[in-house]
Nanobody, 125 residues
Framework: DVQLVESGGGSAQAGGSLRLSCATAADTYSNRCMGWFRQVPGKGREGVAAISGSGGTTYYADSVKGRFTISRDNAKNTVYLQMNMLKPEDTAMYYC???????????????????WGQGTQVTVS
């Protein structure tokens, strides 16, 4: 039983920054792709960014390119999402997740991810 625990959410002004963290209890996922998703009430979950197990390959949704950066520190069993130049439309619950297979990593399709954290709320005004 390895949990994914998101933190770092909160309120920010438009143009501001937040850094989200996704921590695991062990190094179980150090060699696995990890993704960040977000969801607003009444809408489906959408992929935001993903990163390979080594950190050498990253993927971003067009809506966040140039503003968000995904990274990881496998020694700390943690994946990060640095969010800069925040916009009100970034307001959502953010989740980290692990896909079933490598081929699902960059597609960032929720149905291809099977392990999920509890989420952390981000509100931008």
């Amino acid at each position: 039983d390895v949990q994914l625990v998101e933190s770092g959410g909160g309120s920010a002004q438009a143009g501001g920054s937040l850094r989200l963290s996704c921590a695991t209890a062990a190094d179980t996922y150090s060699n696995r792709c990890m993704g960040w998703f977000r969801q607003v009430p009444g809408k489906g979950r959408e992929g935001v960014a993903a990163i390979s197990g080594s950190g050498g390959t990253t993927y971003y949704a067009d809506s966040v390119k140039g503003r968000f950066t995904i990274s990881r520190d496998n020694a700390k069993n943690t994946v990060y999402l640095q969010m800069n130049m925040l916009k009100p439309e970034d307001t959502a619950m953010y989740y980290c997740a692990v896909p079933r297979r490598w081929r699902g990593c960059g597609r960032m399709e929720p149905a291809e991810y099977n392990y999920w954290g509890q989420g952390t709320q981000v509100t931008v005004s």
